[in-house]
């Protein structure tokens, strides 16, 4: 029997393998995949990062707009604090619109990949009879699929 | 006790994970790096994790910014009341200032180009390293982090977003200096008087000097945390990938061409 499961990369993967091995599976195989170039996204997740996010330019306009805002605001009506937030908002608004615009090119050039990418496989050799429990160990440690070949 | 012992075998390490923080060379742009030092010398090197120059630049302008009220300058210029900046600046150490100033923008982009290059040998190399760390001081590891909490973490009060990445020592310098800075610019009373409603009192109660050094603090601390966060979740999967590819690959191991069953 084997049994073949994808997973994201987190700890869970060496938790399941270690698992396996307590439980007498020692045969097992894994793959990291390459995974293809991803629509590069605003905000980036637990699982998925590519570091270029829509924030560098905008956290540093927003220090340049907040510092001029509060200075200004000590002669200003509504005082520096609000004029410091407005500068920071204003700030990081134009940095974000910039940073999309340069990276809106980009994206357009690269289909975006929905949902979960599996980022791993294991491919585990085990008895007919530790079928269900290996099943069972992978699913509780977050396998993206799995799947069972006979013989 | 660490899980890897030098061996004098690889050139280069990409990564080193110690009881005080995960220390990485990753690519990083340039000009973002410069502009952090523009807005606060040593920023670009911490961002580096060149912390002790980055710390010693950033008390050194703190100290320097203090005794010539370079701050308060800056702000009756961007006031227009050019006359009370000329009047508050002290001149003394005022031109000791701006070497220093300089210096920590060209080196910071100057050392980013630099450390740009030494990562692409790293991570063709991909030497082990030390992934894991526990003693008395306490433990770390690799783990994947959510960049989001990071950034709402950071957002609350500096220091935060560095604690989450253990990164101990920069959320300790980060934590002192935002007391500071709060506690002397009279920060927090300006804000309870705006939410009594009282502008002018709250206007009156701030002080320039301290009150400018928080916009540049702030942003940079968010920045950090969660410019880190990514590139530790991106370091983890770097390691993890490496494991698996020298432990579970036997070169026996046989595809079974079977049915795939229920």
Wanted: proline share 2%; hydrophobic share 45%; net charge positive.
């Amino acid at each position: 029997m084997q049994i073949f499961a994808t997973f994201e990369h987190s700890t869970f993967i060496e938790v399941a393998i270690s698992q396996l091995e307590e439980n007498g599976v020692q045969d097992i195989f894994a793959v990291p995949l390459d995974n293809r170039v991803e629509e590069r996204k605003l905000f980036d997740t637990i699982h998925r990062s590519d570091g270029v996010s829509l924030t560098q330019t905008g956290l540093f306009l927003a220090v340049a707009f907040s510092t001029i805002g509060a200075s200004r605001g000590f002669v200003l009506d509504w005082g520096p604090i609000y004029w410091g937030l407005i500068g920071a908002f204003f700030g990081f608004l134009l940095g974000f619109l910039f940073d999309l615009v340069v990276q809106r090119k980009r994206i357009k050039k690269e289909k975006s990949l929905k949902g979960k990418a599996s980022e791993v496989i294991l491919i585990i050799n085990c008895e007919e009879s530790q079928k269900k429990q290996v099943e069972e160990l992978l699913w509780d440690n977050l396998a993206l699929g799995v799947a069972k070949i006979s013989g | 006790m660490r899980n890897f012992t030098n061996t004098n075998k690889y050139r280069r390490y990409r990564a080193d994970v110690n009881s005080f923080g995960v220390v990485t060379i990753h690519k990083r742009n340039p000009y973002i790096i410069a502009l952090w030092s523009i807005a606060f010398p040593g920023f670009g090197h911490l961002l580096l994790e060149k912390y002790v120059r980055g710390i010693l630049l950033i008390m050194w302008e703190i100290f320097i910014n203090q005794q010539t009220n370079l701050n308060l300058a800056m702000m009756y210029s961007f006031t227009g009341r050019i006359e009370s900046a000329k009047a508050v600046l002290d001149v003394r150490l005022l031109f000791l200032y701006i070497p220093v100033y300089l210096f920590a923008i060209w080196d910071s982009n100057r050392t980013t180009v630099e450390l740009n290059k030494i990562y692409l040998l790293v991570d063709k190399e991909d030497a082990r390293f030390n992934s894991f760390s526990i003693n008395a001081v306490g433990v770390n590891y690799l783990e994947k982090r959510n960049p989001f909490m990071a950034f709402l973490w950071a957002c609350t009060i500096p220091s935060l977003g560095q604690l989450y990445l253990n990164r101990i020592i920069l959320a300790f310098f980060a934590l002192t200096w935002t007391v500071l800075f709060v506690y002397q610019s009279h920060f927090l009373e300006g804000i309870h008087y705006l939410i009594v409603g009282n502008i002018e009192m709250s206007t009156n109660v701030l002080k320039p000097q301290w009150l400018l050094y928080i916009p540049s603090y702030y942003f940079f601390t968010i920045y950090d945390a969660y410019m880190n966060t990514v590139e530790n979740n991106k370091l983890f999967e770097k390691e993890q990938r490496r494991y698996l590819k020298s432990h579970y690959q036997p070169t026996n191991f046989k595809i079974r061409k079977g049915q795939k069953v229920k």
